[in-house]
Structures are given as C-alpha cells and as structure tokens.
C-alpha cells in the first residue's frame, strides 16, 4: 500500500503531521510519499499542482490531503490559485464521489447551533456527486442576450446537466454505503422544475431495483434543507447532485459544531481516494499550533475504511478520538468551560495514546 501524503497550505501541515503520526503506531504495512501541492507548490514550482504530484497522486492507492489556499494568492490568474489543485485532482483522477459524513459527538452536542436534543447521537452520511452538474457543463459564459426578459442586453448563462452513467455511478456508491449503515437512502433533487432532476430521480430508481434491502425515500432540495434542520436525526445516507450537496454538506457540518472535527472521502470508480478535512487551510490560525487536527485524522480513518480495507484500524482511530473527547480534551474551536484547552501537537500525542491504549494525560 502506498499513500500520497500532500498536506497543502496553512494549517494543513500542521494537522496532516498529527494524522500521519497516528497511521504510523498502527502496526500497518505502507509506504508513504510526501509532495507539495496548493500555494507551496506554486512558490517551489510555479504550479499548485505539478507534474510530479499529480503523478504521485496517480500511483498511490490512496492520497491524505491537508487544505491549500491563502489570502495571499488571491490576485494569482484562476489556474494557478492554490484551488485549482483539488480541482485537478478530483478531475485527473475520476473523483466524483464526494462522502461527507456529519457525526455529532455525545460530548459536542453544545457546540452546534441547534438544540441538543436535535443533535446528540447525529450520524448521517452526505455524497455528493463530484465531477458533474452546472458546475462542469458546458456552454456557459456572458453573451447579449437575443431572448427571453431583456433581448438585446447582457447576460450569464450555465449549463445543468447529468449523464445517465453519472447517476448510475454514484446511486450504486450510495446504495453500497447504504447496506453498510442502516440501509435508508434520500436522494435529494429538484424534480418538479428541472429536467436533469427529474432524469436523477428516473435513472435512481431504476438503479435501486437492484438494492430491494436498501429503502429508497425521493425529496426536494427546499424541503430537504428544511428537514436538515428540523429533524436532521430521520435522515441516513443523503445522495445528492453537485450544486445541491456543495450546500447541503455545508449545513449538515453546522449540526455538528465545528468544521475541525468533519472528514470527508472523495472516490473513484475503484474505491480509490482523496481523503481530506471539510475545512480549508486557515490562514488566520496557520502556524499557531492550535488547529483541531482531528478532522484529518478522521479523514485518515476514512481512508483506511474505504481505500485500504483496513476496518479494524478505523475503528481504532475513530474510538481513540471519541476517547480524547470524553476527557475533556479540546482545541480552541471546541472548547467549552469545564474542559481542558490543548493545541495540535497535544490533541494528536492524546489520539496517539489513546490509539496504543495508553491512559490519556492532560499537562496543565
Ligand atoms: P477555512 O475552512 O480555512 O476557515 C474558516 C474558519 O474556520 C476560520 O476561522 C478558521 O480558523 C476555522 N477553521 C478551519 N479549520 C479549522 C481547524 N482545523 N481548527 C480550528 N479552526 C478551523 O475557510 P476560509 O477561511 O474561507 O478559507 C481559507 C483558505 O482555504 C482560502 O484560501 C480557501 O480558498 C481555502 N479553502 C481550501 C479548501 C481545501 O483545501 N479543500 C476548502 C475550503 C477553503
């Protein structure tokens, strides 16, 4: 097995050093290599994705990536912004599954925006197709316009559109996640307006017919935000369109109380992933040692689950955190009066013990 390391920008190297660390104690068999990409590759090579990473991405059986970006770069031209590297990615390897999965710890319950009774025991699971929908199709642009409200004047335009292989990729994922979990699958569209959803919503069904355990419940995106927040605990596995899951994941991560503590999978076709926090690079917080590293290390988790059939290790990492939680350790954007405060370093040496099944220890 061997794992591309690419911890990116900001805060990324500072919670991928945590996550690496952790696969290390496990006793596993792997091979990692370490390459840069976002804005310090950019500064190393002019690219934030060159040749050399990309081709590390290629070879590897799975990729753990920090976050990249910074305010820095923003006056870049678009294809050399620190971004644009998960965009080639997630392109350059056939990443459109995007799994999100939205847990909300008994011991964070306080953190989220909503009611704790909403809330506690919270354990969905978002995919969002990844590589289709208006955000990929073609024509768009700016034009005079020659129809519609105003001809003559100047307009924007995108294009919606899905393949039939596209949905039939992803409904079989979310199926097979499905059967993993308790076998209850939403698929989230916009039937009654657009065509393309009402193609999704056609072309799903017709694959459930081959997952008859799996129950299958169809919702509208208006409602299906509504829901979220209302009764976030009725759903379990949520498949949804590029734009439509871009936002709902955004709000499912809120349920949760913080954006440090959600991992996230994007796939191939092969099971092949990028594993990487829900959060970006931080640059406000870079370089502080006090970023939560535990979405990372979740995120690790995750790829050992799902791209290096390594159950039993998952499982280990996932209670090792759980564990640190109910010691009452937290990083800054977790905390809460009663609980002790640490940084990086102390949240990931915490992971470690616990890991190797060593008491936790709290320095004052
Ligand atoms: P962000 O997710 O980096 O940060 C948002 C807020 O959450 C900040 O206050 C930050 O301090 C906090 N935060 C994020 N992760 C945290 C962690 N692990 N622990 C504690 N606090 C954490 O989003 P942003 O500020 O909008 O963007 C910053 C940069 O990241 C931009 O350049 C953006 O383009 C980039 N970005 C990259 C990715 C990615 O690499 N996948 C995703 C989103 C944003």
Known sequence: MKIAILPGDGIGTEIVAEAVRVLNVLDLQFETETALVGGAAYEAHGHPLPESTLNLARSADAILFGAVGD?????LERALRPEQAILGLRKHLGLFANLRPALCY??????????????????????RE??????????????????????GAEEAFDTMRYSRPEIERIA??????????????????????????????????????????????????????MQLVKAPKA?????????????????AAMLTGSIGML????????????????HGSAPDIAGQGV????????????????????????????????????????????????THKVGTREMGDAVLAAVTGKTITTKS
């Open 71 to 75: 305010w820095k770069y923003d006056q």
């Open 235 to 251: 759903f379990d596995v949520i498949v949804t369109g590029n734009m439509f899951g871009d936002i709902l994941s955004d709000e």
């Open 130 to 151: 990844l590589t289709g929908d208006i955000y990929f199709g073609q024509p768009r642009g700016r034009r005079i316009a020659t129809d519609g409200h105003f001809p």
């Open 291 to 338: 970023a939560n590293p535990l979405a990372t290390i979740l995120s690790a988790a995750m790829m050992l689950r799902y791209s290096l059939n390594q159950p039993a290790a998952a499982d280990r990492i996932e209670s090792a955190v759980k564990a640190v939680l109910t010691a009452g350790l937290r990083t800054p954007d977790i905390w809460s009066a009663g």
């Open 106 to 127: 008994e011991q964070l319950t306080q953190a989220s925006s909503l009611k704790p009774e909403l809330v506690a025991g919270l354990d969905i699971l978002i995919i």
């Open 263 to 278: 991992p996230s999978a994007s796939l191939d076709r092969a099971n092949k992933g990028l594993y990487e926090p829900s």
């Open 172 to 225: 079989h994922v979310t199926f097979q996640a499905a059967r993993k979990r308790s076998k209850k699958v939403t698929s989230v569209d916009k039937a009654n307006v657009l065509e393309t959803f009402q193609f999704w919503k056609d072309v799903v069904t017709e694959v459930h017919a081959q997952y008859p355990d799996v129950e299958l419940q169809h919702m509208y995106v208006d409602n299906a935000a």
